[in-house]
């Protein structure tokens, strides 16, 4: 069985995931394959249905082990995303934080300060990682934004470079999409101006594009386009690829060159990553038509919601996965509780509202938008 006849016979491509269902839950029990998830970036599979899976990818292609997260199926993985982002060669590493965190300390090299977004990531949720144990000082620029501005840029360039100390700037982060914003993506235009004023400067680039894949559908920019701007890209492996966990940091030769032992002395190289990323190369190829797939689904659910008086329903202009449902005299929790007997998964909503929200993902595709959209109102009510 070649590889194109594997991931239809198994349902790897998510537009295959009804076809999927009925061939993996015949023996397995029937709920397996079938949720409705608005919670997850990707399929959200659980413990039984990614197991399942990766039996049955070990039984029709096999798989070589890694060893310490290098060689076998981890080297694969390394060189079909090198290759998705345009980019010389990339690395395997367990998380994002990890990801960012190397990808910034090379990079700035004797010049420790790194501009970054107020809202982003390394800056809130890495434990100031990059600080204490790699002596970086982070600026956080635009808060409460998902954008900052060139002006934000060399005001700050400009005052490192003629302090009473020079202190160079050597690093600028960005991230698009920004979790912290509700997945809304960095200004394009305003990234491009960034990053070619870095250029002149002689400041390095890198791109935490843990969710990246989804910008193309709403820029239409491509996946390489968006890298070629940054010396390093950072992408999430579990969040879009189902994989258990994983990252993959991308970037010239030179840069990734020996990196791996900064991963196995910062405690990052597994000794048997293969079952963590087995899953990934099934997704990675088709994942930009399935989640435009899944936006076509769910604007037609978006419509039958607007339909109906008792919902409202809002789409950020710069905004990517989620889009947000307002809904009037039901009590959220006793909602969420409903639509999960019904095989639906709803996030908690934001807190003191009736706001949800809603991620939007190929398990949408399981489905047709008018009976997720019956399901609701029955819930509902």
Known sequence: MNRRQFIASTGFAAAGAAAHAAASVANTGSKLFKRIDFRSDGLGLD????????DKLVTARGLEADDYSNGGAVEELEHKFSQLLGKERAIFLPTGTLANHLAVRKLAGADRRVLVQAESHLYNDSGDCAETLSGLNLIPLAPDKATFELADVKRWVQRSAGGRVETKVGVISIESPVRRKAHEMFDVAEMEKVCAYAREQGVRLHLDGARMFNLPHHSRKSVRDYASLFDTVYVSLWKHFNGASGAILAGDDTFIDGLFHTRRMFGGSLPHAWPQIALVLQYAD????????????????????????????????????????????????????????????????????QTFALQVNATILRTTPAVIFQAITEAAW
Do not use: C
Not at 332 to 348: D, K, M, N, Q, Y
């Open 286 to 353: 088709g994942y930009e038509s399935e989640y435009s797939r899944a936006w076509r689904a769910a604007d037609e659910l978006i419509g039958l919601l607007q339909s109906d008086s008792r919902f409202e329903v809002e789409k950020m202009a710069n905004g990517t996965s989620i889009f947000f449902l307002h809904m009037r005299g039901t009590a959220p929790e006793s909602l969420t509780e409903r639509l999960s007997a019904r095989g639906i998964v709803f996030p908690h909503a934001r807190p003191g509202t």
């Open 47 to 54: 413990p039984r249905e990614y197991t399942l899976l990766l």
